[in-house]
């Protein structure tokens, strides 16, 4: 019997970012349920949600601001295949710890705009991360100070970003989860790729467990509507371009957590990380020998403890910020 996903399909379509009423209603409280974020809306004072237009995409985007205290913002940037619905653990540690977080779906993620799982040029995902922290900024919804947590290829857009604009980024620091430099096997999935291009667009995905939890990957493969089946091949050149791009940029002494895990089959850990000490000399490293590569949907225990280092991290980096939220100016709508 094969059970049928929820359609939010229609949401593609939904209106500019806004203001939700809470509890959400119809389309947006199925999606609300489906993705458990429903249950972190106790926590929150207000949520915007929607849609911004950055260049040619529409990214689906939401902010969620925290009762009373607020001790920054986090732009929370998401990995390949992923979006913004599967990040609901982190977002609990965020508004526990009084963040605004940002979240947004990549292009061809998700609820936002473009071919699926496809980018002709890495940087097109730099020019979005700074088009909207420009119009957040001028809907006055970035309080500072500003921290960037990226997943996989999330953190590989914030290292870029911070790099590109070493002398004047807007982040107070980075926080890195298994950070993408180059995949694992590199070189046997370059010479594949250089001989299957020619020919065909993409090949099939295969959902590998990427988390010792493997109630997650049957989630993706099995209930997720949002997930994609196919890997583009020109989102494997726009990386291969990337990865010498990346590697030629001068170093940033911007304050960094990088969490790694020790049974990371999809991305060259150990090379990535010496790639990142250089690139990043400030940079703290923390290992886990029983985590795998999707640190934000790990295994509980796993997950608890990574969280623990990265909750300690974002306090430091914001000691002595946290304001009431009585006391900020209302955001223009």
């Not at 609300?32 to 985007?61: C, N």
Request: negative net charge; charged residues 15%; proline residues 7%.
């Amino acid at each position: 019997m094969t059970m049928s996903l929820p359609d939010f399909s229609d949401l593609l379509e939904a209106g500019p970012l806004a203001p939700l009423p809470l509890p959400p209603t119809g389309l947006m409280a199925q999606y609300f349920r489906h993705y458990e974020l429903d249950a972190l809306i106790t926590q929150v004072g207000g949520i915007e949600s929607g849609h911004l237009q950055i260049g040619e995409f529409r990214l689906w985007t939401q902010v969620w601001t925290p009762h009373n205290a607020l001790r920054g913002t986090v732009m929370v940037v998401h990995g390949y295949f992923d979006h913004l619905g599967l990040y609901g653990h982190l977002l609990n540690l965020l508004l526990d710890g009084g963040f605004r977080v940002v979240l947004w779906d990549l292009p061809g993620h998700g609820l936002s705009s473009g071919e699926r799982a496809a980018i002709d040029d890495f940087a097109t995902y730099t020019q979005c991360l700074r088009g909207l922290l420009d119009q957040l900024g001028d809907r006055g919804l970035i309080h500072e100070p500003l921290i960037g947590i990226g997943q996989s290829t999330g953190a590989a857009i914030l290292t870029t970003d911070a790099l590109e604009r070493a002398d004047h980024h807007p982040w107070q620091a980075l926080a890195l989860l298994a950070p993408l430099v180059r995949p694992c096997k590199w070189h046997r999935s370059r010479l594949m790729h250089r001989l299957a291009t020619p020919f065909i667009r993409s090949i099939p995905r295969h959902y590998r467990p990427n988390t010792t939890n493997l109630a997650f990957t049957a989630f993706l493969h099995q209930k997720d509507p949002l997930q994609t089946n196919t890997l583009p091949l020109v989102w494997v050149s726009a990386m291969r371009d990337w990865m010498g791009h990346v590697r030629r940029l001068p170093p940033c002494h911007l304050p960094v957590l990088i969490l790694q895990g020790q049974q990371d089959a999809t991305v060259d850990w150990r090379w990535n990380l010496e790639v990142l000490r250089r690139l990043l000399p400030a940079a703290r490293i923390v290992y886990h020998q029983d985590a795998r590569h999707h640190l934000v949907n790990e295994s509980p225990d796993i997950r608890q403890t990574l969280f623990r280092d990265l909750h300690q991290f974002l306090i430091t980096q914001t000691e002595g910020s946290c304001i009431s939220t009585a006391d900020m100016p209302e955001a223009p709508s």
